[in-house]
């Protein structure tokens, strides 16, 4: 039997394994063309991805892969971006429900356990449709410090020290796997200047600080998005070490 008998719902198993829908999904998700990388230093997790303005027409402020989710836990995401919003929404209901409940901010390893659990009850159900989306978590607490989540369509989830996705995503992981002696004694700017560098290795060029967006949480600090001056001193800061 051919793959179309299979790809109807989401439900149905193909003969090989494969739910053929949930691969869409994934493949949705990483079709627009961007990279995005996320590394975990000693007390810092940071993320980077490209930023791209689809028509001159749209005003470039409104347009953004980064997230703050609360004031430890900050979210990147690639995908279709009606989906990205809605799952967006979901974690800013998911954590404040759990701090209003519980009283204190939910753990980033904890909202991506939830989340991941949501998203694969919609590989169950014939009824809902998988979002098209990746999702990069970071946050940082005292207990268990900086950490790095992705989480898939199909609810797949995992802690990493550092992490890609998207178009470039082999090229990245290789570049990162290369350095990951290093990364557990990075510093703020340190974790930061990595992320730009895994970025710059896998595009093969320079860019400004207009054409990237990154964002960064300390232990002991809130999630922060760099500025375009702030991503600029730390790109200078990689050509000078480099140069010198």
């Known amino acids: 039997m051919s793959q179309g008998n299979f790809d109807r719902q989401i439900t149905i198993f193909s003969p090989q394994g494969h739910l053929y829908q949930i691969e869409y999904a994934m493949k949705a998700a990483t079709s627009g063309g961007n990279t995005a990388i996320a590394v975990r230093g000693e007390k810092t997790a940071a993320f980077i991805t490209q ?6 027409l749209i005003d470039p402020t409104s347009l953004t892969s980064i997230y703050r989710i609360t004031d430890t836990v900050g979210c990147l995401m690639l995908g279709l971006p009606a989906d990205v919003r809605a799952q967006v929404e979901r974690l800013r209901l998911e954590a404040n429900e759990f701090e209003f409940k519980h009283g204190y901010a939910m753990p980033v390893h904890v909202l991506a356990k939830r989340i991941a659990d949501i998203c694969q009850v919609y590989t169950q159900e014939a009824s809902s449709r998988a979002l098209a989306c990746m999702m990069v978590l970071i ?8 950490q790095v989540y992705k989480v898939d369509p199909a609810g797949h989830f995992l802690p990493y020290k550092a992490v890609s996705t998207g178009k470039y995503e082999p090229e990245a992981m290789n570049f990162l796997e290369k350095k990951v002696t290093e990364l557990g004694s990075l510093d703020e700017n340190g974790t930061i200047e990595m992320a730009i560098s895994a ?3 896998v595009l093969s060029s320079d860019f400004k600080g207009t054409e ?11 999630f922060h998005v760099l500025t375009e001056s702030e991503v600029e001193e730390r790109i200078n800061a990689i050509s000078e070490r480099s140069d010198s």
């Open 212 to 222: 990237i967006e990154v964002a960064v949480v300390s232990c002991g600090k809130k």
């Open 139 to 146: 946050g940082a607490e005292n207990e268990k410090g900086a």
């Open 199 to 201: 970025m710059q290795h």
């Open 51 to 56: 930023k791209k303005v689809p028509d001159k």
